[in-house]
């Protein structure tokens, strides 16, 4: 038994492999491409390390690949094994119990198990970080913020964690509106944790929230080190600037980023689909051209339609989908979205019933011209939208696509409603897109034919 860089005691036999586990653990927390390297080579010199195996079980989850689920039953079983070889801890089986719930399909039992982990030892900062992930998944902002809450007194300022722990906190308090608080304390978190990815995204995500483009934009640009040493998430932090720029109508900008960064890799990782359909679809918005690039979304998309792990990740193949006119696909993965959410069998099928249907019908509808009953389903989504998971951000989009519905069918007081909305939760300020789009109700008003729906 040694214990790891945030003392806690862990079963691997090696220094080596110490070292190993601690650089798996940072760099999850990172957001660092060499953590899978890492971990597997741990796996690979110690394979009954059970903690190492629920973990890697963990991680192939957080992917939302249908596929990876047989290699997260599979770590799932060499966990057990460990753990009958070496009588883990009651902090393993926790983690063990975690893998073993969300494969059952309920993630949030599984975030039980990791809070379970916290109240027993709160400065292991790898259950922290995992707790905030799946709550992430699931939409629960307030859930985040309070789990870090009440682990930040247990985190000295020199917890090797503290920074993370911080941007963590940082994101949690941009999502629940309370953005001042969000900007100072991810300033501080880059600050101790320089290579904190989550805390510096947390910061741009107030940029973007309060309409501050400009700023943004110059503080991502001097960030740039701070996310070079990432995986796929630096693809992520480069659409937060592509959407800074979008917002000053900068688009020449914006498809730049697009080609050299954000889809600079043609992976079909799910969040990196989401990155560029959602910024394509707000591109086309705005009456941009974007050429071929649907296509090459909607090639990776139609392989999805039967993955069902994630609602968030199956509206944004759809998104590609419809974008690229690919009917058949599109209308093969909205029915199976209907199918799981009739089923309702576990937490992913609750999801795809509410908002799933009913954001995956208007995204059909909407590409299909039919606006007044894209309007109706997306308005139905917009209410249980956060279940889908992601940010406030990420599901902007679905957002312009209900007001642009209401526009393109005439119900200008319904369109009002939701830009009103918006305002709200973008701390009072109107950004370019929702100016436009005011200024077209006016003089959409002004008009003889002009129309308002009445409310429901």
């Known amino acids: ?97 975690a893998l073993e719930k969300w494969l059952a399909g309920a993630p949030s039992a599984a975030v039980a198990e990791l809070e379970a ?13 995992l707790s905030q992930a799946i709550r992430f998944l699931l939409g629960d902002a307030g859930g985040m913020r309070g789990s870090v809450e009440r682990l930040l007194p247990a985190y000295s300022a020199d917890h090797p964690a503290r920074g993370y722990l911080l941007g963590c906190h940082a994101f949690a308090l941009e999502e629940t509106g309370e953005y001042v608080r969000a900007e100072t304390t991810g300033r501080q978190a880059l600050w101790m944790a320089p290579n904190d990815a989550w805390g510096l995204h947390a910061v741009a ?48 900008d914006v498809l730049a980023l697009y080609d050299t960064r954000i889809r600079s890799d043609h992976t079909d990782d799910y969040r990196d689909i989401s990155n560029a359909a959602s910024l394509l679809m707000r591109l086309e918005l705005e009456g941009i051209e974007v050429g071929e690039r649907w296509e090459e979304l909607a090639d990776l998309s139609a392989r999805r339609t039967q993955d069902g792990c994630l ?23 909205l029915a199976r979205i209907n199918r799981d959410a009739d089923a309702g069998l576990d937490e992913a099928g609750l999801r795809m019933a509410r908002p799933g249907s009913d954001a995956a019908a208007g995204l059909v509808a909407f590409g299909e011209g ?28 679905f957002r312009r696509l209900t007001i642009d519905a209401a526009l393109r069918a005439g119900y200008f007081d319904h369109a009002e409603r939701f830009l009103n909305e918006r305002k709200n939760l973008r701390a009072g300020s109107d950004d370019g897109f929702a100016s ?18 009445p409310a429901e």
């Open 311 to 333: 609602i968030f990740a199956d509206l944004h193949y759809l998104m590609a989908l419809t974008g690229a006119g690919r009917t058949d696909s599109a209308e093969a993965l």
């Open 117 to 129: 982990v916290l109240d027993a030892a709160p400065t292991d900062a790898l259950a922290m970080k």
């Open 370 to 397: 039919r606006n007044g009953e894209a309007f109706h389903h997306l308005a139905r989504a917009d209410a249980a939208m956060q279940k889908a998971g992601g940010s406030h951000a990420q599901r902007d989009v």
């Open 1 to 97: 038994m040694r214990d790891d860089l945030f003392g806690q005691p862990t079963k691997v036999t090696t220094p080596e492999a110490l070292d190993d586990w601690n650089a798996v653990q940072l760099g999850f927390l990172a957001h660092a491409s060499a953590t899978a390297d890492h971990l597997a080579t741990l796996l690979q010199a110690e394979p009954q390390f059970a903690l190492g195996q629920a973990a890697r079980g963990l991680f192939c989850l957080l992917l939302g690949r249908r596929e990876l689920y047989a290699t997260a039953q599979e770590a799932l079983v060499a966990a057990l094994a460990g753990a009958r070889e070496q009588s883990v801890t009651p902090r393993e089986t926790h983690y063990i119990a």
């Open 436 to 453: 436009c789009r005011r200024a077209l109700i006016a003089a959409a008003r002004g008009m003889p034919d002009a129309r308002s729906m």
């Open 205 to 252: 995500h107030v940029y973007d929230m309060t309409g501050r483009s400009r700023q943004g934009i110059e503080w991502l640009t001097r960030q740039e080190p701070a996310w070079r040493h990432c995986n796929n998430f630096g693809y992520h932090v480069w659409w937060h600037k592509a959407l800074l720029h979008l917002d000053l109508g900068q688009t020449d």
